[in-house]
């Protein structure tokens, strides 16, 4: 059982380049979520999906996109990165949105 | 707004010593969840412990167990005979669904 999964773990872009980090959950929750985590500061969610076929914006979405594939997998796109995008990323995944909320190990992405 | 505030940037606790953590917090609402995070240099964010609101008696997990004050609205930590793996970030959350609220963290060095 290995939880919430996250792939790649570092990942470094050039401005302008896309990339799509990927999530999987093996817990057969309902909800999941994208965070990020900048230098102290706790995180903050960009997007979330409550149920399989529904996503819906966070605090932070602009410059992101997400597509919930099945149950288990919840996947973020950046279509155009920015400096301002450098983070670590953290997926994490609830029974219920009312849930207590499980977390991957994290992407750290540097956009130069 | 709810907002989640640690006033303790770092702390520092011996070995074997108890330590304790501060959170205040900031909501209207009556039933709500509060959460302690660890982050390691490993990234990973690991749940330490949970409290309901509604819930008189203060959650305990092992050595970790909190100080609940709803009317204050304080949520403490204290780590009791701390070892060296405790050494981390913590963060105390604040559940509004369908978002976590984050602290800015506490950095607890265990000194041996």
């Known amino acids: 059982n290995a939880g919430v999964t996250q792939t790649p773990k570092f990942q470094v872009l050039k401005t302008g380049q896309s990339m799509t980090l990927q999530c999987a959950q093996d817990m057969n929750h309902n909800s999941m979520y994208w965070y990020r985590q900048d230098p102290g500061m706790g995180l903050r969610l960009i997007y979330y999906s409550a149920s399989e076929g529904t996503t819906d914006k966070g605090e932070v979405p602009n410059g992101y996109n997400v597509s919930r594939l099945n149950k288990r997998e919840f996947s973020l796109r950046l279509e155009s990165a920015a400096p301002s995008q450098t983070s670590v990323y953290f997926c994490?995944?609830?029974?219920?949105?009312?849930?207590?909320?499980?977390f991957g190990p994290g992407t750290r992405l540097t956009v130069l | 707004a709810q907002t989640v505030t640690q006033s303790q940037p770092e702390m520092s606790v011996q070995e074997a010593e108890t330590v304790t953590l501060s959170c205040t917090y900031d909501?209207?609402?009556?039933?709500?969840?509060l959460f302690w995070y660890k982050q390691p240099p490993s990234r990973q964010m690991i749940l330490v412990i949970r409290?309901?609101?509604?819930?008189?008696q203060n959650a305990t997990e092992n050595r970790f167990s909190v100080n609940f004050q709803k009317a204050a609205k304080s949520f403490s930590l204290k780590i009791s005979d701390s070892q060296l793996g405790d050494a981390a970030m913590y963060f105390c959350a604040y559940r509004r669904v369908p978002k976590l609220v984050f602290g800015k963290g506490t950095k607890l060095t265990v000194n041996p």
């Open positions: 409290q309901e609101a509604y819930k008189q």
């Open positions: 909501t209207s609402e009556s039933d709500y969840y």
């Open positions: 994490a995944s609830s029974e219920r949105t009312w849930d207590t909320q499980y």
